[in-house]
């Protein structure tokens, strides 16, 4: 995804990036296969009206449960464990993780979906890190999702989530900037959003 793309390019560059890994694209493309789940997600989707915001929140929820309650396959979840496991070997007790959405298209036309996939921080173990990184594939066919697609015409299984899992950083001040103004698209100016601590 995008976002995990960038956070290496960043670290080869040496600038300081909270170690993690990604969960690749290729693993929310096998959670899809399992049980028949994309045939499932389809049907729901050809049942929502586009043109009725709430038949749209209805769908997406009952998307969610669906993909929520499904089992991640075997050969994925150990992978994860065994990542997660490298990641904070030498982080003592009590290390905190948070699980990143990373999103992407087949086509790579789009990149940049801010804010409209899930985020989680402070997670503890890695049996919260599995069920949050499960909701973080789900929160693709979110309310806010959805309705993005629909509207720039981006076909709903070309997008992917591929997970970015990260040491937290225990931070005085965090935000994000926008390289384009993203209120008029003015290349000039930079738009910053930030707090303090998380």
């Known amino acids: 995804g995008g976002k995990g793309a960038n ?24 959670f899809l296969d399992t049980s028949g789940l994309q ?22 929820a009952r998307i969610r449960e669906v993909m929520e ?3 991640v396959p075997g050969p994925i979840q150990q992978e994860i464990i065994t990542a997660y496991g490298e990641l904070t070997a030498d982080e003592g ?15 790579l036309s789009a ?12 997670l503890r173990g890695i049996d919260e890190v599995l069920i949050k990184i499960r909701e973080c594939w789900a929160s693709a066919f979110g ?18 989530i591929a997970p970015v899992v990260q040491l937290m950083v225990a931070a005085e001040s965090a935000g994000v900037i926008f390289t384009i103004n993203p209120l008029d698209n003015n290349p000039e100016q930079m738009a910053v959003n930030a707090c303090l601590g998380l």
């Open 93 to 107: 007790e009590g290390v905190l993780v948070a699980v990143r959405s990373s999103v992407g298209t087949r086509d």
């Open 39 to 60: 045939t499932r997600i389809q049907e729901i989707l050809e049942g929502i009206a586009f043109s009725h915001l709430p038949d749209v929140k209805e769908g997406a």
């Open 143 to 160: 309310y806010a999702a959805l309705v993005n697609r629909h509207a720039r015409n981006i076909a709903h299984f070309d997008v992917f």
């Open 7 to 30: 956070l290496g390019h960043l670290a080869q560059s040496g600038f300081p990036v909270p170690p993690g890994f990604c969960v690749l694209s290729s693993a929310y493309e096998a």
């Open 111 to 122: 990149t940049s979906f801010p804010g409209q996939m899930d985020t989680y921080h402070n």
């Open 69 to 71: 309650s499904s089992p």
